[in-house]
């Protein structure tokens, strides 16, 4: 038996990173966690930590105070995601992390050379420009864990690089796919909540409902694969089975297909490049009977058109538009703003901060935080 892979979980109360501690759990013997890393919830990490025999662990919030078992060494504040994330003895860093805090844990991650395992889609949208050189400059190999990049990572392993023409990723339309753009400008939060296939942390659900997530994952898909906007288009899959596709240049294409279940492939980025086992159930067409497509409506989806939008100019476009959402999504699920009225709060944040080149994380985060202050100012306008 080899060696067990030693990780680290950077986000390990959150729905993935449980997830992922579900997989070491599932198999014993395969993995060391050798560190986790919690924002708020010390509570839960010291019990992961024990159970789990993690001798490292990182909270972010410096305030919380949560007693650990002897030996544990605690780490604090938000440098100690930086240096957990670049500890050069490790074979595996799961970026868990949520939102624009992952971007500098995996800056650092990168820089060591070690493997991530990218589950915060945000540090490729908001630093895919950084991020991709240096991986390549110091071998630091990228595992996405979102389930359609797993797949379509999975489908070009196979397959010559001249034979791709493109990527299609597949949206499964969210809890709001049936609803009239009307009345799902004024969804309710239980709603948008209800999401038909997958089961995901809240501020994800939201941006299902709008497919801002969609575009979020255009953008990943654009830099992980190295393939232009014109090359990813997006078809709409409710049940969630066909994970992503890749079209051949003969106008065939390859699919992966899967239960909706995250465990999968985050367990396929933890145990590569060795194969894993079957821990969470296996595909049965037999059962699942019939499988439906559809072409995606744009105009329904105004969150997916203004991100593509930010994709494509580049630099910290993408950056000032996840900010606006963030901010937006926040201001709905306090029932202060309507469900519609994310994409106006994305639209006048974009208009209202110039994006520049996104070369240094310093202009990254300073185009972060003149986006919160623009897209906090779009909502109090909107609340008033
Ligand atoms: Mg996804």
């Known amino acids: 038996m080899t060696a067990p892979k030693r990780i680290a979980i950077l986000g390990s109360t959150g729905s993935i990173g449980r997830a992922a501690l579900d997989v070491v759990a599932a198999s014993p013997g395969a993995f060391e966690v050798v560190a986790i890393t919690a924002f708020s919830n010390s509570a839960l990490l010291a019990e992961q930590a024990a159970r789990f025999g993690a001798r490292r662990v990182a909270v972010g919030d410096e305030a919380e105070s949560v007693e650990f078992a002897p030996g544990v060494d605690v780490l604090r504040g938000a440098l100690a995601l930086d240096e957990l994330a670049g500890d050069p003895d490790l074979d595996l860093v799961l970026n868990a992390l949520v939102g624009s805090s992952g971007l500098r844990p995996a800056l650092a991650a990168i820089r060591a050379g ?206 000032i538009a996840a900010t606006a959402d963030e901010v937006a999504v926040e201001a709905f699920t306090e029932s202060r703003i309507r469900f519609g009225e994310i994409a106006s709060v994305i639209d006048a944040t974009l208009k209202g901060v110039r994006a520049e080149p996104a070369d240094e994380v310093d202009h990254i985060l300073a185009a972060e935080d003149e986006a919160r202050a623009c897209a906090l100012s779009a909502v109090a306008q909107l609340v008033s």
């Open 114 to 319: 070690n493997r991530v395992a990218v589950a915060n889609k945000e540090s490729l949208v908001m630093a895919g420009e950084l991020l991709i050189p240096m991986a390549s400059a110091t071998g630091s190999e990228l595992i996405p864990v979102d389930s359609e990049h797993s797949a379509i990572f999975r489908c070009l392993k196979g397959t010559r690089t001249e034979e791709v023409e493109g990527i299609t990723l597949t949206a499964s339309g969210g809890p709001l796919r049936g609803m009239s753009s009307e009345a799902a400008a004024v969804a309710s939060l239980e709603d948008v909540l209800d999401h038909p296939t997958w089961e995901m942390g809240r501020k994800v659900t939201v941006d299902s409902a709008s497919m801002f997530n969609k575009g979020l994952e255009v953008i990943e898909a654009h830099w992980l694969f190295d393939l232009p906007y014109d090359r990813i288009d997006v078809v709409v899959h409710p049940e969630s089975i066909v994970h992503s596709l890749v079209r051949l240049t003969d106008g065939s294409l390859l699919a992966h297909l899967g239960e909706p279940d995250m465990k999968v492939p985050i367990q396929f980025a933890m145990f590569y490049p060795e194969p894993a086992p079957v821990a969470f159930g296996r595909c049965d067409l037999g059962v699942i009977g019939g499988l439906s497509f559809g072409t995606l409506d744009e105009t329904r989806y105004p969150c997916y058109g203004l991100m593509l939008d930010a994709g494509r100019i580049g630099g910290t476009a993408p950056t």
